[in-house]
């Protein structure tokens, strides 16, 4: 299992990214596929999540900026994050969720947002 994410980087506030999570897991469309983050001294969050039916959650914080979406043909999620500010600094994690036993994390990407 291997959850490879991806798109990171240093953008101004205002400014937009978009990451990528590839993962390699049994039943990628049955996944809940979540994005989460974790700032320096924070408790790890989670910031969007889509589940198999296409259903969305967001975080209050990023909600009308933040969207999240999946390619199953590609086992892949993606977020896209617009009006970003520096409080969205962190590294920001992929996480599939199928089960208890099946629970799988990626490493990690950087998203710093200067002002």
């Known amino acids: 299992v291997q959850l490879q994410a991806s798109g990171g980087g240093l953008v101004q506030a205002g400014g937009s990214l978009r990451l990528s999570c590839a993962a390699s897991?049994?039943?990628?469309?049955?996944?809940?596929m979540g994005w989460y983050r974790q700032a320096p001294g924070k408790q790890r969050e989670l910031v969007a999540a889509?589940?198999?039916?296409?259903?969305?959650n967001y975080a209050d914080s990023v909600k009308g900026r933040f969207t999240i979406s999946r390619d199953n043909a590609k086992n892949t999620v993606y977020l896209q994050m617009n009006s970003l500010k520096p409080e969205d600094t962190a590294v920001y994690y992929c996480?599939?969720?199928?089960?208890?036993?099946?629970?799988?994390w990626g490493q990690g990407t950087q998203v710093t947002v200067s002002s």
């Open positions: 996480n599939a969720y199928l089960s208890t036993k099946d629970d799988y």
């Open positions: 897991v049994t039943a990628f469309s049955r996944n809940r």
């Open positions: 889509i589940f198999s039916d296409g259903f969305t």
